[in-house]
């Protein structure tokens, strides 16, 4: 048995025609297109009247802990607090849902969400905020 960074060559296998074989081993990639940063942000989940948590955002998408139980492919409107005096609206489909235990009890639900429309100012406003944390 053989082995280098991306293939494996596997001897000793008895196949009828082929003494090995080639076991071709991806490595992983990063699918995002937008670098993500770890926050801890108020919010309002605004259909719902809801208060959550943003604790990771960027310019296409959040993730939030909140106690409102959604639905995968809800589309909702969520108001972020990003400073004490800019907050910003934007319309969002909940791309995950997941069960968290590490958090407080108020805030037991995750969710990821995927920004779908935002104002040309509050999208300016988040820009300007994300810069602020690099």
């Known amino acids: 048995r053989r082995s280098s960074d991306l293939n494996t060559v596997v001897d000793d296998i008895d196949f009828p025609t082929y003494n090995k074989f080639i076991i071709k081993i991806k490595k992983p990639f990063e699918r995002r297109k937008y670098s993500r940063f770890n926050v801890n942000l108020q919010g309002l989940l605004v259909d719902f009247n809801c208060n959550c948590n943003v604790v990771d955002i960027s310019p296409k998408g959040l993730k939030i802990l909140t106690k409102q139980t959604l639905s995968v492919k809800d589309n909702l409107s969520v108001k972020i607090y990003l400073t004490d005096t800019d907050v910003i609206i934007c319309n ?43």
């Open 92 to 134: 969002c489909d909940v791309i995950y849902k997941q069960l968290s235990n590490n958090f407080t009890d108020e805030f037991n639900l995750v969710y990821g969400l995927s920004v779908k429309d935002i104002s040309f100012e509050d999208k300016t406003i988040l820009k300007e905020f994300l810069l602020s944390l690099k």
